[in-house]
């Protein structure tokens, strides 16, 4: 169990989709005071999906995410996240889809993989363009080859 594990757990049950509370309800709520930087800066109350905070962490396991935080009242304000509908089949399309490049590619990690594939996109527009506008680089100067001697 994690030390943000109490918070998660009472939004997990929390009814309504919004709560603002004073920093001192989410003390509570925790059963311990919050750290410095919760006071001071308000990237602490940020919903980094990446990295090691462990407060965010928390809070997005729940379904929730951070809207307004204002230091000086010492307020933040939760709201449920939306999450898009989608359709199981159309979700099930998109793993084979995750599947069959990974296999193609050798890339098992989807930000890479979406990255090269976004990237492959580009370049291939890109040269569907140059087709359209003629598709000559009479300027390109290409290093001649090495060849191997007898």
Known sequence: ??????LTSYLKTRPGDSWTAQFAEVERQLGFALPRSAYEHRAWWANQRDGNHSQS?????AG??????????RIVR?????KPHVTPSRD?????????AAEISGISDR?????????????????RELVGLGGAMPDLSVPDRERPGP
């Open 1 to 6: 169990m994690g030390k943000y594990e109490p």
């Open 57 to 61: 962490v928390g809070w997005q396991q």
């Open 64 to 73: 929730w995410e951070t809207r307004e935080v204002d230091l000086r009242k």
């Open 78 to 82: 939760f709201e449920r996240a939306l």
């Open 92 to 100: 099930a399309g998109e793993e084979a889809l995750w599947r069959r």
């Open 111 to 127: 930000n890479v993989l979406a990255r090269a594939a976004l990237t492959s996109f580009i370049q291939k527009e890109a040269a």
